[in-house]
């Protein structure tokens, strides 16, 4: 997706959760609740100007980002090889925050909202779709697995972003069937955890598989 494409979506995005926090301002509280634990009870609240503002504000913080990390990208590791995919994903995290802020605006307001089960379902969604597309990212500072290995060696960039893209596509199905099922939840959130760590391990041995030893072991006697 071409740039200007791109933050004319982010601005309909902004525009829209702008437009949700004006039409249930009338029915905010003082103190809105703006956190929920995993069993969907609210355990952190905010002022009613925080909570409406926060999510406009931080869709805007991230439509912002898609526009500057390209252009303060160092060389050979340049976003434009993969602008349109860059953008894709900046825009599918700007979409999942849009649906979360909008679920806890429309909570906060005091309509019957399935909190954690929405935000589950989001990062789920939104997992798969990282996932499906992590295989085509290219070495870069800002998105991605960005280990000292992956960062070293393009063969192993690729290698293990093969290996997070099936992890995370895994994890995100694992995280929508566990959505609506309270008991399970927890081991949904295990999934992920393992999903984001295990390529970042296995980096350094596909590292030391493709490269071989560090150039100074090699001198040692």
């Known amino acids: 997706m071409k740039p200007v494409r791109t933050l004319f979506v982010s601005a309909v995005f902004v525009a829209l959760a702008l437009g949700v926090a004006i039409w249930l301002w009338p029915q905010m509280p003082a103190q809105v609740p703006v956190h929920w634990d995993v069993h969907g009870q609210a355990n952190g609240h905010a002022s009613r100007l925080w909570a409406m503002a926060m999510w406009p504000l931080l869709i805007a913080a991230l439509a912002g980002l898609t526009a500057l990390l390209p252009a303060i990208s160092p060389r ?92 995370f596509v895994l994890a995100g199905v694992a995280m929508v069937i566990a959505a609506p099922i309270p008991a399970v ?28 030893l560090h150039p100074s072991e090699g001198d040692a006697p």
Not at 129 to 141: D, I, S, T
């Open 185 to 212: 939840r927890w081991l949904s959130l295990g999934v992920v955890a393992v999903a984001c760590l295990a390529p970042a391990v296995c980096s350094y041995f596909i590292y030391r598989r493709l490269e071989g």
């Open 76 to 167: 050979r590791f340049e976003i434009k090889p993969f602008a349109g995919i860059y953008g894709a994903l900046m825009l599918a995290i700007q979409g999942v925050m849009l649906v979360l802020g909008m679920a806890a605006m429309a909570a906060g307001a005091g309509h019957a909202v399935p909190m954690t089960t929405i935000a589950l379902l989001a990062v789920g969604v939104l997992l798969m779709v990282l996932g499906n597309y992590m295989g085509k990212l290219r070495r870069n500072f800002f998105m991605g697995i960005r280990t000292p290995w992956t960062l070293a060696s393009e063969a192993v960039w690729e290698r293990t972003h093969r290996l997070a893209g099936w992890l």
